[in-house]
């Protein structure tokens, strides 16, 4: 432990091992200088060498002299995160519970390039030479140079000279002079040769609305509000709160945009977050048309080297606002300005896979970090993030009741599914609906169908009342279990026999729900013969640049009709669209997760928005067995804010989200009684642990109980002090070691409790 030396922490990137610490290195005299938290280095370990990022520097190391190796090399000549990255990435590893070395994996260039450097790098970047002309030596010695006897030199002189850098071969060519021409200016030191990356063009071709660039905007009196109170933090370079409740077409995002001119008047950068891929191309030329070429898209539908050239742009601050969707939070944005949220209620906000982290809550850390502002927008806020608002002193609520363009009112009509009879009527498509797609198409109009994917078969609602039961202390649909005849509550475990009837009417006319997408796709193909129905769902848009395409041909001239999932109710403006039809949303307001009354609520309002947006008067028609319930009748007011008190109200009683966190705990394994073996013991430990200020459900089957021959059980914490108990779980999850056979999930703040 000499005096003169420094050590540095650094984790070393390799999956297969069980080091989630950092190890300590020594820094050799040599490197001192360069070594920063954030460095990319190559240290010995074991017997080969290995990539490492470095998290802390320090003076002393506890280990021995002798035990410590040398740091071999850096490998990347400037930090791939900052101190405040650093701070974000400690934070979501200890609120996740995520191990840190998959969480400092999000902020590193896309593509693995580190770790295949040692041999090889997997994305090739082209390098080009540019010329520039330097001015001040030009005019310094252009008087002394015969430029009659080179005029060849003198004719790229005078291309230079009215423009900026040009691309060499482009300059030869145009200029229509010689290699050596170029080469004897450069020797003169009258211009320049830069080697710089040749840039792909991202640039997207779908372009929604061709007026774009001849309108000018002028906010109205609540845009221009809530402009100045974004605008008030962004003076003031402090971290506040935004939630823009604007109804859909209330202008958000000409708030967003002049916003960022504010940001980028201070020299600063904005980030523009998204759920949806799709929604990126609207978004995009709407920036761009206003802010100019400094404008870029970051997303995961982007191969490989096109995101990396991306990440290095965006390094080198080649934009002023970035737009993209969530695993852009973690791009290297430097004198990040301000971040915006549009659509902030989406659970697609959330990754569900690896490191289950809630983009909202990574971007106001961050923002509470660099001390800058945070904007959420939605036309129906996510309930948490509503009451949030109102009870937090360092958040503002910001309402827009109308919309920026006058236009008249949606007409929305429901139909009750109980009364159609079902002999005479196809419940898909009934009578109703069909007859208003056939109007609209006649006028040569657009119609959009709305039907949700994550249908859930196996649960029952009655046909004759409608009612679906639900387990008393949850206040969840029951499951229906047809091998053992039970309804079974998935949350807490509880179960109830099942004879077929209905527990309320008594009815044996029992509806198992689940009609499919492409069910609908075929019937209203039936009967639409001439008319392109196009369908957009996460099935066909995984190919690149499709949803694209499936827009262009929706948005051709003539009537046509779009069915599709939660896809087409987010973000569409399309000027056409003149009746929404939702086919029911019954099966999603059945799913035994107490977010459902808020997912229906947002996904119909959201869809019904895409009709009648500009001069054409929009009608929407919805379905469902269940018109009376409280959700239906505010939706079809279209009353948030009574909606939004009373799912508060009962929240509050059975103390769900706002009034607590929840972490749900998930074990899978292909043997059912491994499985069951260890949440039992799990459960135990942590029921034994964990006692002040929570409660712990379960253990019970998981909703999807078995997912690829992966039996699944879970429990759920509600925690009143998430912070606390998170560390305990921590501190369980450490010594407990029994997940050799079986797969843990832990879902801090779930989405979805499927
Ligand atoms: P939101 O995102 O809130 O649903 P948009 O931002 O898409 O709404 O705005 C809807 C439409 O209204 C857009 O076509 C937009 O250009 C237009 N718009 C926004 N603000 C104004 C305004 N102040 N005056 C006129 N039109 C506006
Ligand atoms: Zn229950």
């Known amino acids: 432990m000499g005096r003169n030396n420094k050590y540095a922490e650094v984790y070393i990137d390799i999956k297969a091992f069980d080091i989630d610490h950092a190890f300590d290195y020594r820094i050799p005299p040599d490197l001192s200088s360069d070594i920063d ?7 010995p370990f074991k017997n080969r060498i290995e990539v490492g990022y470095i998290v802390k520097i320090k003076d002393e190391s506890e280990l021995k002299d002798r035990e410590i190796k040398d740091i071999l090399k850096i490998v990347e000549n400037r930090p791939v995160f900052d101190p405040e990255r650093l701070e974000l990435i400690n934070w979501i590893s200890e609120y996740y519970i995520q191990p840190l070395g998959s969480v400092i994996k999000f902020f590193l260039p896309p593509g693995g390039k580190y770790k295949q450097s040692i041999t090889s790098p997997r994305v090739q970047l082209k390098f080009k030479d540019f010329i520039t002309l330097n001015r001040n030596r030009y005019n310094e010695i252009k008087d002394k140079i015969n430029w009659k006897r080179n005029s060849s030199q003198k004719k790229i002189i005078d291309y230079l000279i009215s423009g900026c850098e040009v691309l060499k071969e482009k300059l030869v060519k145009d200029t229509g002079s010689s290699y050596s021409s170029l080469a004897s200016l450069a020797d003169k030191n009258i211009i320049s040769v830069v080697k710089k990356r040749q840039r792909r063009d991202f640039r997207y071709e779908y372009r929604p609305d061709k007026d774009l660039k001849k309108k000018k905007i002028i906010l109205n009196s609540y845009q221009k509000n809530a402009l100045c109170s974004i605008d008030n933090a962004i003076q003031k370079n402090i971290f506040h709160k935004f939630l823009i409740e604007g109804v859909t077409g209330s202008g958000k995002t000409d708030i967003y945009i002049a916003a960022c ?10 980030l523009i977050l998204t759920p949806e891929i799709s929604l990126i191309p609207q978004l995009f030329s709407r920036f761009e048309s206003e802010l100019g070429s400094r404008v870029c898209v970051y997303h995961s ?3 490989e080297a096109e995101r990396y050239e991306r ?21 290297p944005i430097g004198n990040l300005g301000m971040i915006i949220l549009d659509e902030e209620h989406d659970p697609s906000y959330k990754e569900g896979t690896r490191v289950r982290y809630n983009t909202q809550d990574v971007a106001i850390k961050l923002g509470e970090i660099l001390n800058i502002p945070v904007v959420m927008g939605s036309a129906t806020p996510n309930i948490v993030t509503r009451y949030r608002a109102e009870k937090e002193n360092d958040f503002t609520l910001l309402k827009i009741p109308v919309k920026a363009q006058s236009s008249s009112p949606l007409e929305t009509q429901v139909v009750d599914l109980k009364k159609i009879d079902r002999l005479k009527e196809d419940t898909a498509i009934t009578a109703k609906l069909f007859t208003a797609i056939r109007e609209e198409l006649e006028k040569n109009n657009k119609v959009i169908i ?14 004759k009342c409608g009612s679906v039961p639900k387990c008393s202390a949850c206040d969840l649909s029951y499951n229906y279990h047809s ?6 509550c998935h949350h807490c475990g509880r179960e109830q026999n099942y004879a077929g009837r209905c527990p309320v009417c008594g009815a044996d006319n029992i509806f198992l729900c689940g009609t499919g997408i492409q069910r609908v796709q075929s019937k209203l193909h039936m009967r639409f013969k001439n ?5 957009m769902d996460s099935d066909i848009t995984v190919k690149k640049k499709s949803h694209q395409e499936i827009l262009s041909k929706f948005i051709s001239p003539g009537g046509s009709i779009l069915i599709g999932t939660q896809m087409v109710a987010k973000g569409l403006d399309i000027e056409d669209v003149t009746l929404v039809g939702v086919i029911n949303c019954d099966s999603m307001l059945g799913l035994p997760d107490y977010h459902m009354n808020e997912r229906v609520y947002q996904l119909i309002t959201q869809v019904s928005g895409r009709a009648g947006r500009k001069r054409k008067k929009g009608r929407v028609i919805i379905q469902t067995y269940n018109p009376e319930s409280s959700v239906m009748k505010n939706i079809l007011a279209s009353d948030y804010e009574s909606f939004y008190r009373q799912e508060l109200a009962s929240r509050k009683e059975l103390c769900y989200p706002p009034f607590s966190n929840l972490v749900n705990i998930i074990i899978s394994g292909k043997e059912e009684n491994k499985v069951k073996k260890d949440i039992k013991e799990l459960f135990a430990e942590i029921s034994k642990d964990i006692r002040t200020g929570s409660s712990i459900l379960g253990p019970a089957p998981a909703p999807f109980y078995k997912i690829n021959l992966f039996y699944r059980w879970h429990i759920i914490i509600k925690s009143k002090n998430i912070e606390y108990s998170n560390k305990i779980l921590t501190k369980i999850l450490k010594r407990f070691k029994k997940f050799d056979e079986n797969k843990i ?10």
């Open 745 to 754: 999930i832990i879902d801090v703040d779930p989405v979805w409790i499927l």
């Open 301 to 303: 539908n982007m191969n």
């Open 37 to 43: 938290i954030g460095r990319i280095v190559q240290v």
């Open 483 to 488: 091998d053992r005849r039970k309804l079974v």
């Open 261 to 270: 001119r504010k940001v980028i008047e201070k020299k600063k950068r904005a």
């Open 531 to 535: 008319t392109p129905i196009l369908r």
């Open 450 to 463: 709305f039907l949700n994917r994550r249908g859930y078969s196996n649960f029952v609602i009655c046909n």
């Open 311 to 331: 990440w290095l742009g965006i390094w080198e601050n080649e934009f002023d606002v970035i737009i993209g969707t969530r695993s852009s939070i973690f791009t």
